[in-house]
């Protein structure tokens, strides 16, 4: 007779874009966060692969010089690593005294590999003890709207990131999706039309140019 | 966490928001307003201050503790 053998597998449903964020309670360097401490902003959640290493470093240093500039867009920045915080604390001293830039950020503690996991940071084939490269974009009602992923020796640039949620900004906010490269100030796309009376009515409408009825931009005002 | 916490010790943002509820009781939004601190600050500061026994809820806004008041009438 054949014996049947039940066991318990953890499926992680990993987040996906449009999707909620996973809810976290996490020890950071600013103390104790929930990600519902944040809502009402956005929030770019990013994680790094450990304290003390110099691609990390200049990352820090590059999400703290944005960091005045996407506070004046409604957005915070969260960083993340499988450390202590009293590593985070060293280390973001250190980075002041050697480099002259206070990280004002708050970095999340995932000793636990908790927020890790929730998010799927972790690249088992790279590392199983250290997050990659990972960068989410949350709006201010905590749904996913972008995911980012590097490897741990490629540091992230972040005139990307902040083009990006430029874009998703004035994409919510004006309700037009972006060309590739597209930085501000440049026309958008106009979505296309869901009919096919729409179709027609907009390749005569003054504020488009249309290639074709599938194809129209606009400038935003 | 190892060697224990220090929960009695106010930082400088802590002062700040926790002044801005002697008189009464505010709401997380209305003490990021008046503190200019982010509002996740002041949501998890407030939380943590209530766990210390620094601030109490009112519904939804929050209050120092006289004990509070005392010791920032004491410091200042």
Redesign the interface.
């Known amino acids: 007779m054949t014996e049947v053998q039940n066991e318990n597998v953890e499926v992680r449903s990993l987040p996906r874009i449009g999707s909620p964020a996973p809810q976290f309670e996490a020890k950071t360097t600013?103390?104790?966060?929930?990600l519902?401490?944040?809502k009402?902003?956005w929030l770019i959640l990013f994680s790094h692969p450990a304290d003390f290493t110099p691609v990390c470093t200049t990352e820090f240093i590059g999400f703290q010089k944005m960091y005045p500039e996407l506070?004046e867009m409604n957005t915070?920045l969260l960083g993340l690593s499988i450390d202590s915080?009293h590593s985070h604390i060293a280390w973001v001293r250190n980075i002041e005294e050697k480099f002259g830039v206070e990280i004002e950020f708050?970095v999340i503690a995932d000793l636990t590999m908790d927020v890790a996991h929730k998010f799927g940071m972790i690249m088992p084939d790279e590392s199983d003890t250290e997050t990659s490269r990972a960068v989410f974009v949350m709006d201010p009602e905590q749904v996913v709207r972008a995911i980012i992923y590097y490897p741990s020796a490629i540091g992230r640039n972040m005139d990307e990131i902040k083009r990006l949620l430029i874009a998703l900004q004035t994409a919510d906010e004006h309700k037009i999706a972006t060309p590739a490269n597209w930085t501000k100030g440049e026309r958008v796309i106009v979505p296309p039309a869901p009919t096919q009376e729409l179709a027609a009515e907009r390749m005569n409408n003054p504020e488009y140019e249309c290639k074709d009825f599938y194809f129209c931009t606009k400038e935003i005002k | 966490m190892a060697c224990g916490t220090d929960l009695t010790a106010l930082s400088q943002s802590e002062k700040v928001m926790l002044a801005v509820i002697q008189e009464e009781a505010k709401t997380a939004d209305d003490i990021a307003k008046e503190s200019k601190q982010p509002i996740f600050k002041v949501r998890s500061g407030m939380r943590s201050l209530v766990e210390r026994e620094f601030a109490q809820e009112e519904g939804e806004a929050y209050r120092a503790t006289e004990k509070t008041i005392a010791r920032l009438k004491k410091e200042a």
Do not use: A
Not at chain 1, 30 to 34: A, S, W
């Open positions: 600013h103390g104790v966060l929930k519902e401490d944040y009402g902003k506070r915070e915080v708050p």
